[in-house]
């Protein structure tokens, strides 16, 4: 996620919630009206790596987990798009907060889905989006998966 390229970056967080596919429609979109290079994050976090008592972890097949994950879920939201502007994918293990917060140093913009797959379905914006609006570098988009996009409601995988 280097911008020292003198390219313009829009990095967006994709999680496998409705609002991160959202997010990234509207994301492709923007990068392609700018010119912008494209990164997808995806994080994951290691399961149960915040006490003493933490369950034995896999790291690597955690990470080739998400990795795939997020491949597919690219797969199935990109293919209905049509043209894509040029997209690094990128999978990162860590806090999705801290990691799209730090992304956003090197970009001119971070989009954000709404709310992500935590289990408060009653939120109107999660904890990511809320961190990633106080803390980012750069301007925040916070996309709502039922936002208005301009496009065919088919589009949503």
């Known amino acids: 996620m280097d911008s020292s390229d003198g390219t313009s970056r829009v990095v967006v967080g994709v999680d496998g919630s409705p609002?991160?596919?959202?997010?990234?429609?509207?994301?492709?979109?923007?990068?392609?009206?700018?010119?912008?290079?494209l990164d997808v994050v995806g994080?994951?976090?290691?399961?149960g790596?915040?006490?003493?008592?933490?369950?034995?972890?896999?790291?690597?097949?955690?990470?080739?987990?998400?990795?795939?994950?997020?491949?597919?879920?690219?797969?199935s939201v990109l293919s209905l798009?049509?043209?894509?502007p040029p997209l690094e994918r990128h999978v990162v293990r860590g806090n999705p907060a801290e990691?799209?917060?730090?992304?956003?140093?090197?970009?001119?913009?971070?989009?954000?889905?709404?709310r992500g797959r935590g289990g408060f379905a009653s939120l109107l914006l999660g904890s990511v989006g809320q961190q990633c609006a106080?803390?980012?570098?750069?301007p925040v988009v916070i996309v709502r998966a039922?936002?208005?996009?301009?496009?065919?409601?088919?589009?949503?995988?």
């Open 43 to 47: 994080v994951h976090e290691v399961p």
């Open 146 to 157: 039922d936002a208005p996009e301009g496009a065919p409601a088919d589009l949503t995988p």
């Open 81 to 84: 798009i049509g043209e894509v």
């Open 134 to 138: 106080v803390h980012a570098s750069c």
């Open 19 to 37: 609002s991160s596919y959202a997010a990234l429609r509207w994301a492709v979109r923007q990068a392609r009206r700018t010119g912008a290079t």
């Open 99 to 114: 990691v799209l917060v730090e992304a956003s140093a090197r970009a001119e913009l971070l989009v954000v889905g709404s």
């Open 49 to 75: 790596a915040t006490g003493w008592s933490a369950p034995p972890v896999d790291a690597t097949f955690d990470e080739e987990q998400a990795v795939k994950e997020l491949s597919e879920e690219l797969d």
